[in-house]
């Protein structure tokens, strides 16, 4: 089997590369993150300028042109042709309560700018403390709940600008 990579360059060209396409690239490393590429008889000087591994993001300096790379492995591109959305989450705009329970505490109010995974409130439900974090980055626009309410599954906690 040979594994295709889905390669998106400044999110406007993309393209299909093969392991093999990869194995057979004419490429020597001559810095930590700089690369000499020989390609159809043309030189070619990359650095990888800033990288997010695990987000598979790279910023790549080609003979001193900067591109914003993003490369899908075939897992990603099997959930993308079964129908899934890995980045779903970072369009949310609001957050409803995920089941019946009391806000025991807030963390953020309205205007406050917050990252994704920061915790936002704690919801205690069946006896256990939830703590709700924000699913992207951004700022809040509204928290129409208070400390002590209790709510329903489905209720509005925050909504995001």
Do not use: C
Not at 104 to 124: F, H, K, R, T, Y
Not at 136 to 142: A, D, E, L, Q, T
């Amino acid at each position: 089997m040979n594994p295709t990579y889905k390669v998106t360059v400044n999110e406007n060209l993309s393209f299909n590369l093969s392991a093999e396409d990869l194995k057979n690239i004419d490429m020597l490393k001559n810095a930590d993150s700089a690369y000499h590429i020989l390609q159809d008889h043309t030189s070619f000087k990359a650095q990888i300028t800033a990288s997010e591994y695990f987000k598979k993001q790279y910023s790549v300096k080609i003979n001193n042109n900067s591109f914003e790379i993003s490369i899908e492995d075939p897992l990603d591109l099997l959930i993308e042709q079964m129908g899934f959305a890995l980045g779903s989450a970072k369009d949310v705009s609001s957050i409803e309560a995920p089941m019946p329970g009391l806000i025991l505490d807030i963390s953020v109010s309205a205007g406050q700018e917050v990252n994704e995974g920061d915790p936002l409130l704690i919801l205690e439900a069946m006896k256990m403390e939830n703590v709700i974090t924000s699913p992207r980055n951004g700022i809040v626009k509204s928290v129409p709940i208070s400390q002590g309410e209790t709510v329903e599954k489905k209720h509005l906690l925050i909504e995001f600008e």
